[in-house]
């Protein structure tokens, strides 16, 4: 049968479909191409991660380092060897004025982008866990919200706040649900009060994020479930079980006078998810009934 790229459906529209379709959805954040192959083979939703990116490519902490060209390849290189998997994109502001926030979500979303996060704060940013947050004026984030809301076509938009008041928490999110924005995002928030607060009355899917060691209380799925959530993204577990690996495996390396024997993971396994991803990258799409048909994959 043949078909047309206008017959397949977006990334953006399969994301749309997933959050439909499941109680509840989380997104595994990665900080490099490796990273992301591997948390592949365990959940179809990845979150490129602001923090994760900022420490692989830079070595640097997360307080705006981070230009849009370079998180639009890293998202280009992603795609090429995940091509079925829901990607979502932390983009901080927008890298500035909404001119650009519209001309990154563009570039994005045409290079296989699912979803972006677009937040609230201020420059200098700093990590949502973190203190020493400044917050835009809620017109000006509106304003750059309904503009990139306008310039994107079926990318998935998460409007996020990084407000720590309560009364202004609501204020934010229920406006960025009029506003048009897919979800809603409280991030660093101490409890889960928030969201049974707010997912009822906002009326869009609610987001919460979890980092190890930030101020959000560690939770289950079924917790968060419970308490209204509907997109969950874990932000940093690839990159803080990269940590102490490393660490680990570079002491056992000189303890044992540079001798390699005992290592769990050798050439021939590590080759093996590289020649997953060339094996992605090169398969044809399987169309059915104009559709492409995903890639298998575990959820988790």
Known sequence: MTTTPAMLPTPGSRLRAAVLERDILPFIGTYDVFSAALAGRHFDALFISGFGFAASHYGLPDIGFIT??????????????????????????????????????????????????????????RCGHFEGKQIMDSGEYISKLQQVLATRRDLFVVARTDSADSVDIERRVMAFAAAGADAVLVDGLTSLDTVRQLSGKVGKPFCFNQIAGGKSPPCTLTELKKAGARLVIYSTPCLFAAQPAIEDALVALKQADGS????????????????ENLARRQAPRVVVRGSAKPAEHRTG
Request: hydrophobic share 40%; charged share 25%.
């Open 68 to 125: 849009w060209s370079e998180i639009v390849y890293y998202v280009q290189r992603i795609r090429t060897v995940l091509p079925q998997h829901h990607l979502l994109v932390d983009i901080d502001d927008g890298y500035c004025d909404p001119e650009v926030a519209c001309h990154v979500v563009s570039i994005l979303e045409a290079s296989g982008a699912s979803g972006v996060v677009l937040e609230d704060q201020k420059r200098p940013r």
């Open 260 to 275: 390699l024997a005992g290592s769990r993971i050798g050439v021939k396994e590590c080759t093996r998810v590289l020649q």
